[in-house]
């Protein structure tokens, strides 16, 4: 595994310090989107000064799928900052699958929790999906290219935003198909940037069609979001950040992963401290740069949490 040094990432840093940083999140905006049993919800943030190139990041909030909130504390962290570079940020609700388990009980063995992480990881990407069209019907209004849409996420957020991508490259699936059915005709994503994400498929994953550049961002012990693979059937399992990158890398795909050494899943809430980075790889993107990166970051200031040591199984005690 290749290491890298905290002075080429400095350097790489600075390829998304090249945009306006001193505009300021103005008043969010807040839209419904789509009605299920109650209605889901957007919050817009507009940056006092726009990119250029009206570039915009839709988040996704984390919580395994069982808690969270679009205007959560790291949300709004996320939301500043980013409209501080010149992004309009996009934070919307999506349903818990998790949250309420009167909906799990007819899920029964090994094989039903299974279906129910797939029900329930399905159920948010086809809400992101709406979200996203949302957004693109309203790009005049809201002043944003659709061409330079990135979805980001953290832990559940980010599983939403990679599995997205995946059905919207496997159409031809039952899952695939409804998900990318929401989506805008021809619509793809400039980049997808998950924090601690991954990907539930039956058997090996493959691309159909190639995905939008990926990077990932995983704590290398990481049990929460598993950083390679966490089974649960023998052929389905949540593939993880380290597992989906060897893909993107056989495959030619451009992708950077940046693998956190000695922590886990606390790499979910590690947008705001690597915002130069974040913004390193989308400048790269939106350049048209078709680049591989695998980095190690290995940081005594990087101190293990709880979160470390947890496990999925202590997340859903």
């Not at 619509?187 to 190639?210: D, F, I, L, N, R």
């Not at 950083?227 to 059937?233: N, S």
Request: net charge neutral; hydrophobic share 45%.
């Amino acid at each position: 595994m290749k290491k890298i040094s905290w002075l080429l990432l400095v350097a790489m840093m600075m390829w998304g310090m090249m945009v306006p940083a001193n505009a300021t999140a103005q008043e969010k905006r807040t839209y419904v989107f789509a009605q299920r049993d109650s209605a889901l919800r957007l919050d817009v943030w507009s940056p006092e000064v726009a990119r250029a190139d009206r570039a915009c990041v839709v988040a996704l909030f984390g919580g395994g799928f069982v808690e969270g909130e679009r205007d959560n504390e790291l949300q709004r962290e996320i939301a500043r900052l980013l409209t501080g570079r010149g992004y309009t940020v996009v934070s919307p609700d999506y349903r818990l699958g998790l949250k309420d388990t009167t909906h799990n009980k007819q899920y029964k063995g090994l094989s039903g929790v299974a279906d129910m992480f797939q029900w329930t990881i399905d159920m948010a990407a086809e809400d992101c999906a709406e979200a996203v069209a949302w957004t693109v019907a309203h790009a005049g209004e809201l002043n944003i290219n659709p061409e330079r849409m990135v979805l980001t996420g953290c832990s559940a957020g980010a599983i939403t935003v990679a599995q997205l991508d995946y059905y919207r490259c496997n159409r031809e699936s039952e899952s695939g198909a409804r998900v990318s059915s929401l989506l805008p005709q021809g619509w793809k994503p400039a980049a997808v940037v998950p924090y601690a994400g991954a990907v539930m498929t039956k058997g090996k994953p493959k691309y159909k069609t190639a995905p939008a550049p990926t990077m990932f961002m995983h704590g290398m012990k990481d049990k929460i979001v598993a950083y390679k693979r966490f089974p649960l059937l023998m052929s389905h399992a949540l593939r993880g950040g380290s597992t989906l990158f060897d893909v993107f890398k056989k495959e030619g795909y451009p992708v950077w992963i940046v693998r956190f050494e000695g922590i886990g899943h606390e790499v979910a809430s590690f947008l705001p401290g690597s915002v130069d980075l974040f913004c390193g790889f989308v400048e790269q993107v939106f350049n048209g740069c078709v680049t591989t990166l695998d980095a190690t970051m290995s940081d005594k200031s990087l101190v293990p949490t709880k979160f470390t040591d947890m496990t999925v199984i202590d997340l859903y005690k």
